[in-house]
């Protein structure tokens, strides 16, 4: 490698490290303003502490009227293991259906999912909102979790249909000659192979359901059923004094979750970003 290439190189991945750098500066502040007394948070500009104190997590750990943040993680952790199994069951189902089976209406049943993916989610909100109302499931965990179970998450299914289309049919074929079912033949042949996508999709509903504020807000105005995410907007104090310390500090908490599972996960999550649609 030449002298000008090499300085090239080391260039461009100096810019990279750069702005690796700056989008990691918010994540980096946060963490070290948890540990900082709240006199200091917005008066000290450095990252690294001049006092650290651990004062900031007891509090925020206490909660709300006496309800502490471990109800509050509970209840986003249920809400968010519920949804991804609900999402990987029927995604799978239906994804099966649209890339495997012959029926009926196939293509303008496949159309409509499309054109659900385009949908604004404040464009249903307000429909939706009334048929849970009418049901009685406000201030229940029902209109979060559901949908998940009703194959209602478009983009999963879009996604694992393209990784179906890639699995060769004459698997199928021969497992068909060997006597295997429909239910045979997604439960032992498609299923191990869709393990790729399967983990993507888990991935992003959790992290997407972890991190739902919205939704939450709407349904959810009992204390008691609050998420993580609720607990922490409920520490801001618009018209009074807020607990600063206490609010980074469970921010800091929420993030744990979702950096573990994208840690453990981050092999398969990559190979089925890469190997979905491909033939």
């Given at each position: 490698?030449?002298?000008?290439?090499?300085?090239?190189?080391?260039?461009?991945?100096?810019?990279?490290?750069?702005?690796?750098?700056?989008?990691l500066y918010?994540?980096?502040?946060?963490?070290?303003?948890?540990?900082?007394?709240?006199?200091?948070?917005?008066?000290?500009?450095?990252l690294?502490?001049?006092?650290?104190?651990?004062?900031?997590?007891?509090?925020?750990?206490?909660?709300?009227?006496?309800?502490s943040?471990?109800?509050?993680?509970l209840?986003?952790?249920?809400?968010?293991?519920?949804?991804?199994?609900?999402?990987?069951?029927?995604?799978?189902?239906?994804?099966?259906?649209?890339?495997r089976?012959?029926?009926?209406?196939?293509?303008?049943?496949?159309?409509?999912?499309?054109?659900?993916?385009m949908?604004?989610?404040?464009?249903?909100?307000?429909?939706?909102?009334?048929?849970?109302?009418?049901?009685?499931?406000?201030?229940?965990?029902?209109?979060?979790?559901?949908?998940?179970?009703?194959?209602?998450?478009?983009?999963?299914?879009?996604?694992?249909?393209?990784?179906?289309?890639?699995?060769?049919?004459?698997?199928?074929?021969?497992?068909?000659?060997?006597?295997?079912?429909?239910?045979?033949?997604?439960?032992?042949?498609?299923?191990?192979?869709?393990?790729?996508?399967?983990?993507?999709?888990?991935?992003?509903?959790?992290?997407?359901?972890?991190?739902?504020?919205?939704?939450?807000?709407?349904?959810?105005?009992?204390?008691?059923?609050?998420?993580?995410?609720?607990?922490?907007?409920?520490?801001?104090?618009?018209?009074?004094?807020?607990?600063?310390?206490?609010?980074?500090?469970?921010?800091?908490?929420?993030?744990?979750?979702?950096?573990?599972?994208?840690?453990?996960?981050?092999?398969?999550?990559?190979?089925?970003?890469?190997?979905?649609?491909?033939?």
């Amino acid at each position: 490698m030449t002298d000008g290439k090499m300085i090239f190189r080391l260039g461009k991945h100096g810019v990279i490290i750069l702005f690796g750098l700056l989008m990691l500066y918010p994540v980096l502040w946060l963490l070290s303003s948890s540990f900082k007394p709240n006199a200091l948070i917005f008066s000290e500009p450095g990252l690294w502490p001049g006092r650290f104190t651990l004062e900031n997590y007891v509090n925020g750990w206490k909660g709300l009227q006496g309800i502490s943040f471990s109800r509050f993680f509970l209840n986003s952790a249920t809400i968010s293991v519920l949804s991804v199994i609900g999402n990987i069951l029927t995604c799978s189902l239906a994804a099966y259906a649209f890339a495997r089976l012959e029926f009926r209406f196939k293509s303008v049943l496949f159309a409509c999912m499309l054109v659900t993916i385009m949908l604004p989610y404040h464009v249903v909100l307000i429909p939706q909102y009334i048929i849970f109302s009418k049901l009685e499931w406000v201030n229940t965990y029902l209109p979060l979790i559901v949908p998940k179970w009703l194959a209602h998450d478009s983009f999963f299914i879009l996604l694992m249909i393209q990784f179906i289309r890639g699995i060769p049919k004459e698997l199928d074929e021969s497992a068909t000659i060997d006597g295997c079912g429909q239910g045979q033949l997604y439960f032992r042949i498609i299923i191990p192979l869709l393990v790729p996508a399967l983990i993507t999709t888990a991935i992003f509903t959790f992290i997407w359901s972890w991190d739902d504020f919205f939704s939450q807000m709407i349904y959810l105005s009992r204390i008691n059923l609050f998420t993580v995410q609720l607990g922490i907007r409920s520490l801001y104090d618009p018209s009074g004094s807020s607990d600063w310390g206490a609010l980074l500090a469970m921010s800091v908490l929420s993030l744990v979750p979702i950096m573990t599972i994208f840690m453990l996960f981050q092999k398969h999550f990559l190979e089925g970003i890469a190997t979905t649609g491909l033939k």
